[in-house]
């Protein structure tokens, strides 16, 4: 999180920006698009970039500053921008509160429609990766694996179907358990490691917490089996594997939705767009931790952590 120095570093360097955009040569445009990140972790940034060159035009790019916001709001609100383009739920919120009726396009944005990210004035690229795809990555990594077993909330009953007609179309069979509460987790996760090849943490939004991510990982180490989960940051905490999406592919998707709201769609009437291409996040000290070699093209086409 940035100080309160680098803050206000930040803060002059954006409005350093937003005067380049608005004074500009004579006849240029004032900030058509704004892209606002939530912070600047790297898949943000990367995220802000491949929809910069996808875009192909000038465009002010800013990030919230620290845990008080209202300087970027202040700014984000100068800029006037026609199109804000928003990665990360911190400056999708952001730009819903203080620009309701500028059109929003959102990308790494968990479960929007649980955040009111919805409406006419709103389109966006999911952030929720198809359990076909995460099951496909654990298979490139995995192959040997035929039991997946994973732990759910309650509502999950749409989720479970669809992983487990991707699960039957890879070869794999979905064991899945379901949990009222957090305080379940620990006899179903580790009954599940039992007989299952493989462990699965998803974005579930009642199991998706760091306490059923240690006793997962702690059950993947002392049974030496792959863990699946949906976030690179626990790839490096220990888990086996991740399949997060493909930033490039996420920026021209973005491009492609700013574009067609530019010519005159009501981003309303343009589809959220699912996640159609993922990179695979592997971890080598894990895979020896377990006795496990990975596959040589898997490794190719993978972001690997040493």
Not at 198 to 223: G, K, M
Not at 270 to 290: H, S, Y
Request: with cysteine.
């Amino acid at each position: 999180m940035p100080g309160r120095g680098s803050c206000v570093r930040l803060l002059l360097a954006m409005g350093f920006a937003l005067a380049a955009a608005l004074f500009a040569a004579p006849g240029a445009h004032a900030a058509g698009v704004v892209v606002l990140r939530a912070s600047d972790l790297p898949v943000y940034a990367g995220t802000a970039r491949a929809f910069g060159l996808a875009y192909r035009r000038p465009v002010v790019s800013l990030a919230v500053c620290g845990p008080a916001p209202e300087s970027t709001a202040r700014v984000l609100a100068r800029a006037n921008p026609a199109v804000v383009v928003a990665i990360g739920l911190k400056a999708a919120e952001l730009a819903r509160e203080h620009l309701p009726k500028v059109p929003l396009v959102y990308a790494l944005v968990p479960s929007p429609e649980h955040h009111g990210l919805t409406g006419p004035r709103v389109t966006g690229v999911s952030a929720e990766v198809p359990p076909g795809l995460e099951l496909e990555a654990l298979h490139t990594l995995a192959p040997n694996v035929r039991r997946v077993g994973v732990v759910l909330g309650p509502g999950a009953s749409g989720w479970i179907r669809d992983a487990s007609e991707a699960a039957e179309r890879i070869g794999l069979t979905l064991v899945a358990e379901s949990v009222d509460g957090v305080e379940e987790l620990g006899p179903r996760i580790r009954e599940l490691a039992t007989h299952s090849d493989a462990l699965w943490l998803p974005a579930d939004p009642t199991v998706a917490t760091p306490e059923a991510f240690r006793l997962e990982l702690a059950q993947s180490l002392e049974r030496r089996i792959p863990l699946l989960v949906f976030a690179p940051p626990l790839v490096s905490a220990g888990a086996l594997a991740a399949a997060a999406p493909d930033v490039d592919w996420v920026g021209e998707r973005l491009a492609e939705m700013v574009r067609r709201v530019q010519a005159g769609e009501r981003p309303g009437s343009i589809p959220v767009t699912p996640v159609r291409k993922v990179r695979i996040v592997a971890n080598l000290a894990t895979a020896r931790a377990i006795g496990r070699e990975l596959p040589g093209a898997a490794l190719g086409a993978a972001e690997v952590v040493p």
